[in-house]
């Protein structure tokens, strides 16, 4: 078997089994919760739920890359015919998928196999039908108010900043004003400010980087 095909499988098994282990501690951590319940005291479950969206992003590119390969070597070996050993172990499968559905109907050592592969797109979306139903409730409502009190946290930390400090407002309007040296009709404080340099001024209020 190429060492493609090898790195293939395990990365797979691998997969199936980490991912039902992170499946199973959202079912456990977040099983008494209900959609009444307050989220405070929710930290358990949020975890959980954001330990299985931070292992499962990754995955998703390492799952595109090796599903482009795969799509790649197989038309490689077909195309020129350089590759026999490929042909012979892929038995005219012609996606990742196709292997892999093969691989695990016809290899009884793979203990962790409870992943769908036909769904394995959806499954590194988190778009996959298991998790939409059993559980993507469980974890939406309260990711919510986690997104909501994050967004707060910024807000209150600007207002704080803006009160310690009140002339930071002030910056622009400021490098406007001072020495005339740029006219304040052409400012954006949305865009980059460029203060002009007079090299032969021997003023060092104006020549400033």
């Known amino acids: 078997v190429p060492q493609f095909l090898r790195w293939l499988g395990e990365w797979y098994e691998e997969f199936s089994k980490k991912r ?9 951590s977040c099983k008494t919760k209900t959609s009444t319940d ?3 005291d929710n930290n358990e479950c949020q975890n959980a739920c954001k330990k299985y969206g931070d292992w499962l992003k990754p995955k998703g590119n390492e799952w595109r890359e090796q599903k482009s390969k ?3 070597d197989h038309n490689n070996a077909n195309e020129y015919y350089e590759d ?3 042909l012979t172990a892929t038995k005219g499968h012609t996606t990742a998928i196709e ?3 093969n691989k695990c109907k016809n290899s009884s050592d793979w203990k962790y196999d409870k992943t ?3 769904d394995m797109d959806q499954i590194v979306r988190k778009k996959d039908d298991e ?4 559980y ?10 986690d997104i909501q009190d994050t967004i707060k946290q910024i807000k209150d930390k600007k207002y704080t900043t803006t009160l310690q400090n009140p002339e930071s407002k002030l910056i622009v309007e400021n490098i406007c004003d001072d020495n005339k040296n740029v006219h304040s009709t052409k400012a954006n404080n949305k865009e980059e400010i460029t203060i002009p340099i007079e090299p032969d001024d021997s003023d060092r209020k104006k020549n400033k980087e």
Do not use: H, S, W
Not at 131 to 134: D, F, G, I, L
Not at 136 to 145: A, D, V
């Open 136 to 145: 993507e409730p469980l974890c939406t409502r309260c990711r919510m108010k």
């Open 99 to 101: 292997y892999l559905k």
């Open 20 to 28: 039902q282990e992170l499946l199973g501690d959202i079912q456990k």
């Open 38 to 40: 307050k989220c405070d």
């Open 131 to 134: 998790y939409r139903t059993n």
């Open 84 to 86: 026999e050993e490929f």
């Open 116 to 118: 769908n592969v036909e």
């Open 70 to 72: 795969y799509a790649k």
